[in-house]
T-cell receptor, first 110, second 111 residues
Framework: GESVGLHLPTLSVQEGDNSIINCAYS??????FIWYKQESGKGPQFIID?????DKRQGQRVTVLLNKTVKHLSLQIAATQPGDSAVYFC?????????FGTGTSLTVIP | DGGITQSPKYLFRKEGQNVTLSCEQN?????MYWYRQDPGQGLRLIYY???????QKGDIAEGYSVSREKKESFPLTVTSAQKNPTAFYLC??????????FGSGTRLTVV
C-alpha cells in the first residue's frame, strides 16, 4: 500500500528575527558536516560546512555550531528574510558517504 | 557555467514501464550519486559511482539500474521491478572529501 510520509519539523519566524535550526546526528565518527537549503521543487543548495576540529563557523548571515559531545549541529540565520523560507537539512560524513537528516521546514512571516 | 543538469523535470510512468532519468555534469567531478527523496524523509542513496565504468549499490538499489560510460553522465533507469517509484529523484556529483553539488531533480509519478 501507499506509505505515508512523516511530517517535517516546522519553524515559523518573523521577518528580521534570527532563526535557529537544530540537527542531531548519529555517528560519532562523522568528521565533516554540511547544511543544505532546499526550496520547493528544487535541488538542495550548499549553505555552510564545518569540520569536526571546529565548533563554530560563520558565513554570510549564517553560523553553524557543532557540539560533538552531544552530537548536535545547529544553523543560525541572522535577520531572517522571506527568501530564507525553505527546508533545511544537515548532512554528516563518517566515511566516504554522506548521510542526510529529514530536515526542518522554515517559514518566514513578513 | 559549471553545473549538474537533470532531465526531465517531470516524468510520468505507466505500470510495468521502464523509464530513464538523465543526469549530466560539466564540473569534472569523478563521483556521481542518485538519491530518492520522499515526503518527510531524508535522502536515500540508490546508486553511486566514483569512477567511469564502475558503480555501487546504495541503500535502496532494488528496482533501479545505472550506467557510467562517460564521466559526465550517470543515467538512472527505474524498472518495472520498483513497486513504489513515485518520488523526487536527485542526482549529485562531488570531488573527494567535499560536499555534493545537486541537480534540480526529477519528479516521477506513476499513472
Amino acid at each position: 500500500g501507499e506509505s505515508v510520509g512523516l511530517h517535517l519539523p516546522t519553524l515559523s519566524v518573523q521577518e528580521g528575527d534570527n532563526s535557529i535550526i537544530n540537527c542531531a546526528y548519529s555517528n560519532s565518527a562523522s568528521d565533516y558536516f554540511i547544511w543544505y537549503k532546499q526550496e520547493s521543487g528544487k535541488g538542495p543548495q550548499f549553505i555552510i560546512d564545518i569540520r569536526s576540529n571546529m565548533d563554530k563557523r560563520q558565513g554570510q548571515r549564517v553560523t553553524v555550531l557543532l557540539n560533538k559531545t552531544v552530537k548536535h549541529l545547529s544553523l543560525q540565520i541572522a535577520a531572517t528574510q522571506p527568501g530564507d523560507s525553505a527546508v533545511y537539512f544537515c548532512a554528516e560524513k563518517p566515511g566516504n558517504q554522506f548521510y542526510f537528516g529529514t530536515g526542518t521546514s522554515l517559514t518566514v512571516i513578513p | 557555467d559549471g553545473g549538474i543538469t537533470q532531465s526531465p523535470k517531470y516524468l510520468f510512468r505507466k505500470e510495468g514501464q521502464n523509464v530513464t532519468l538523465s543526469c549530466e555534469q560539466n564540473l569534472n567531478h569523478d563521483a556521481m550519486y542518485w538519491y530518492r527523496q520522499d515526503p518527510g524523509q531524508g535522502l536515500r542513496l540508490i546508486y553511486y559511482s566514483q569512477i567511469v565504468n564502475d558503480f555501487q549499490k546504495g541503500d535502496i538499489a532494488e528496482g533501479y539500474s545505472v550506467s557510467r560510460e562517460k564521466k559526465e553522465s550517470f543515467p538512472l533507469t527505474v524498472t518495472s521491478a520498483q513497486k513504489n517509484p513515485t518520488a523526487f529523484y536527485l542526482c549529485a556529483s562531488s570531488v573527494t572529501a567535499l560536499g555534493y553539488t545537486f541537480g534540480s531533480g526529477t519528479r516521477l509519478t506513476v499513472v
